[in-house]
């Protein structure tokens, strides 16, 4: 399985990115997907996930300013993060899961301030 990041970039806070994760199969054979982000010095977090059934869960320094959704005809899951912080500076990756986790490459995302 290979999953491609991208939509990283630098942006002003209080700004948008969409990130997008492609995936090299159909995406409806993994249990769940999501998001992940690493900042300088830190651990990696979770920041949203989305299960086959539908069901979302974000980390509470996110809520209500990022969503997640897929797209099964593309493959394709997305990150729409608005109201940027410059907190939310991270390189974010994606996962998909199913018996074991799979990642994808990173994709930077600088917020200034």
């Known amino acids: 399985v290979q999953l491609q990041a991208s939509g990283g970039g630098l942006v002003q806070a209080g700004g948008s990115l969409r990130l997008s994760c492609a995936a090299s199969l159909s995406i409806r054979g993994f249990n769940a997907m999501g998001w992940y982000r690493q900042a300088p010095g830190k651990q990696r977090e979770s920041v949203a996930s989305l299960t086959s059934g539908g069901s979302t869960n974000y980390a509470d320094s996110v809520k209500g300013r990022f969503t997640i959704s897929r797209d099964n005809a593309k493959n394709t899951i997305y990150l729409q993060m608005d109201s940027l912080k410059s907190e939310d500076t991270a390189v974010y990756y994606c996962?998909?899961?199913?018996?074991?986790?799979?990642w994808g490459k990173g994709t930077l995302v600088t917020v200034s301030s």
């Open positions: 996962v998909a899961r199913t018996s074991l986790n799979y």
